[in-house]
């Protein structure tokens, strides 16, 4: 089981062409989010973008170098809180800063799309080395563990499915105001 230094290292040692990451969960519990989430949800302005500036600058300069990096968001409407402020918080700045955001809607997703979230949360890196993310019923991370062939082919394969039926993230947030933290503060 890695820890996330363990983690951290094995994506840097497999993240040469594509990483893709497949986020599940209603909420998580990270200490990188400090008090956000409770800011996000008083209605304060948005973070200072300072504190996020060596994480969009990691994903700038790995893209500016032909790093792919995605992110497949699973959502089931209504959302929680967290996923409102991750999708306002976090995937807007994400984005602009070069990672490819994707929201599988499943409330108007093909049939079978559901079985994703069965799969969990995972790290697809070149499309070969899967590693599977563990968490606790609150969100917490416990651990990750990479997952070897053949089981290694059910994740791709899921994840290829999901991607190609998922829309953008800017293009989904457009048109889905209601999720807004202005729809909710009014």
Same mark, same amino acid.
């Given at each position: 089981? @890695?820890?996330? /230094?363990?983690? /951290?290292?094995?994506?840097?040692?497999?993240?040469?062409?594509?990483?893709? =990451?497949?986020?599940? @969960?209603?909420?998580?519990?990270?200490?990188?989010?400090?008090?956000? @989430?409770?800011?996000?949800?008083?209605?304060?302005? /948005?973070?200072? =973008?300072?504190?996020? #500036?060596?994480?969009?600058?990691?994903?700038?300069?790995?893209?500016? !170098?032909?790093?792919?990096?995605?992110?497949?968001? *699973? *959502?089931? +409407? +209504? @959302?929680?809180?967290?996923?409102?402020?991750?999708?306002?918080?976090? &995937?807007?700045?994400?984005? !602009?800063?070069?990672?490819?955001?994707?929201?599988?809607?499943?409330?108007?997703?093909?049939?079978?799309?559901?079985?994703? *979230?069965?799969?969990?949360?995972? &790290?697809?890196?070149?499309?070969? =080395?899967?590693?599977?993310?563990?968490?606790?019923?609150?969100?917490?991370?416990?651990?990750?563990? +990479?997952?070897?062939?053949?089981? !290694?082919? *059910?994740?791709?394969? !899921?994840?290829?499915? #999901?991607?190609?039926? /998922?829309?953008?993230?800017?293009?989904?947030?457009?048109?889905?105001?209601?999720?807004?933290?202005?729809?909710?503060?009014?």
């Amino acid at each position: 089981m @890695l820890d996330l /230094a363990g983690l /951290a290292a094995f994506i840097a040692e497999h993240h040469s062409r594509d990483l893709i =990451r497949v986020e599940t @969960l209603d909420r998580y519990v990270s200490a990188s989010d400090g008090s956000e @989430l409770e800011r996000f949800l008083r209605g304060e302005p /948005a973070p200072d =973008r300072a504190a996020k #500036a060596s994480w969009l600058n990691r994903i700038r300069v790995d893209t500016d !170098a032909g790093r792919v990096w995605r992110r497949l968001r *699973v *959502v089931d +409407p +209504p @959302l929680t809180d967290y996923v409102r402020y991750a999708c306002e918080w976090g &995937y807007t700045d994400n984005t !602009a800063a070069g990672e490819q955001v994707r929201v599988l809607d499943l409330s108007g997703a093909p049939v079978g799309a559901r079985a994703l *979230v069965g799969v969990g949360d995972f &790290y697809l890196l070149d499309d070969t =080395r899967v590693v599977a993310m563990r968490y606790d019923q609150a969100g917490v991370f416990t651990g990750a563990e +990479p997952v070897g062939d053949p089981y !290694a082919e *059910v994740y791709r394969a !899921a994840v290829r499915a #999901a991607w190609s039926n /998922a829309e953008p993230f800017d293009r989904w947030w457009s048109r889905h105001p209601e999720h807004h933290r202005s729809a909710a503060v009014r």
